[in-house]
């Protein structure tokens, strides 16, 4: 069975400091992976993905994220934090042999960036 | 470019009132449709998805049902609403003909059952 865990429920950082969200994850075969991010009372907006290739997938406002297949995880980076990205965040992943084409989110990760 | 609309944004409704939630999408042909719940502005719960018209895979048993009348059209619907049954809904949609398969998400709609 997929499954995504995000261990963190909320994660507090300063300003113009390194952010990490964390994402680890379980599929049967090789995954696909997603970032969201959601701002309260919007719907989910699409950050980056990993399908294939470079294990280093860079995205929307400065995010990135590494795969790593040893590890089973998809951490979100930023080098240096914005209060403008305080939201939540949420992992997703899919196994490229699902043809149902779900989505298996994780529980979100609360990002709090301080001033 | 492709859009996905919801309506109405916000709901309020009396316990053992109908309820339909309509979602449309523009831009593309013959997207899979997905319908999710989120409760308490926390994790997502997949509650039904569409590959195409008249096809929907329901996740989980509930008070709730869906349809897809048209290609890019998908309603959920319940014919007595529960307590329960609040909470933030989303409708998303992907591409069939992207190998990506990215879902993207619309604005939601806010529901409250008293």
């Known amino acids: 069975a997929q499954s995504v865990a995000q261990p963190e429920d909320q994660v507090n950082v300063a300003e113009g400091n390194p952010l990490t969200v964390k994402c680890t994850y379980s599929v049967s075969g090789n995954p696909y992976l997603f970032w969201y991010v959601q701002y309260p009372n919007r719907g989910l907006q699409f950050l980056l993905k990993?399908?294939?290739?470079?294990?280093l997938v860079k995205g929307s406002y400065g995010f990135e994220a590494e795969f790593n297949k040893s590890q089973t995880s998809f951490h979100l980076k930023k080098p240096s934090a914005l209060v403008s990205d305080s939201a939540l965040y949420f992992c997703?992943?899919?196994?490229?042999?699902?043809?149902?084409?779900?989505?298996?989110f994780g529980s979100g990760t609360r990002l709090l960036v301080r001033p | 470019s492709q859009t996905i609309h919801q309506w109405p944004a916000t709901l309020v409704q009396p316990v053992g009132s109908p309820l339909s939630l309509e979602c449309t999408v523009e831009g593309t042909s013959n997207p899979n449709l997905y319908w999710y719940r989120q409760a308490a502005g926390r994790g997502l719960q997949l509650l039904f998805y569409?590959?195409?018209?008249?096809?929907i895979s329901s996740e989980v048993p509930q008070n709730l049902s869906a349809s897809r009348p048209q290609d890019r059209q998908f309603i959920l619907s319940s014919k007595k609403l529960l307590l329960s049954d609040s909470g933030f809904y989303l409708c998303?949609?992907?591409?069939?003909?992207?190998?990506?398969?990215?879902?993207?998400f619309g604005p939601g709609t806010r529901l409250l059952v008293l």
């Open positions: 997703a992943v899919r196994d490229i042999r699902d043809s149902s084409y779900k989505l298996i």
């Open positions: 998303a949609w992907s591409s069939i003909d992207s190998p990506q398969e990215t879902q993207y």
């Open positions: 569409s590959v195409g018209i008249g096809q």
């Open positions: 990993y399908i294939t290739g470079d294990n």
